[in-house]
């Protein structure tokens, strides 16, 4: 299934905010900043209290499943300098984060880093916006 990309309009403003928040201090976290910023350039954008509790946002908490061994990890998608904080957290700025922020339930995210792997996403147990949390 290809994953048709939805961001909440807070997500799109915080995500904006990162650079100039001198979060990002090494080469490759710039580089997959620049891609947020592209798949964002191309995606839907609606208010949160609209976005459906099935897609990927920040502060999500979500499984995947590898499609290849069928091992299923659960993680939390979070902000950068944030991934210490919460046990299974995922930054944004990591392929993982890239490939399913703001990708549904049943997408098939494909990462190309050396081990060229494809994962589903299986469930989203948390989201902040199906919760009421619209600013987190």
């Known amino acids: 299934m290809r994953c048709d990309r939805i961001f909440s309009t807070y997500d799109c403003e915080r995500l904006r905010t990162i650079e100039n928040d001198r979060l990002i201090n090494d080469e490759t976290g710039m580089k997959m ?3 947020i910023r592209e798949i964002m350039s191309r995606s839907k954008r609606v208010k949160p209290k609209k976005i459906k509790p099935t897609v990927v946002t920040m502060n999500s908490q ?3 499943k590898d499609l290849d061994t069928g091992k ?8 950068p300098g944030e991934d210490n904080s919460i046990e299974n957290s995922i ?12 990708c549904s339930i049943g997408s098939v995210i494909h990462l190309n880093s050396g081990l060229n792997r494809y994962l589903v996403i299986e469930d989203v147990l948390f989201q902040p916006q199906a919760h009421g949390q619209y600013h987190m």
Do not use: A, D, H, Q
């Open 33 to 35: 900043l620049c891609s």
């Open 62 to 64: 979500f499984m995947l």
């Open 91 to 102: 930054s944004i700025l990591s392929p993982i984060g890239t490939c399913v922020i703001g």
């Open 72 to 79: 299923k990890e659960i993680y939390t998608l979070v902000y």
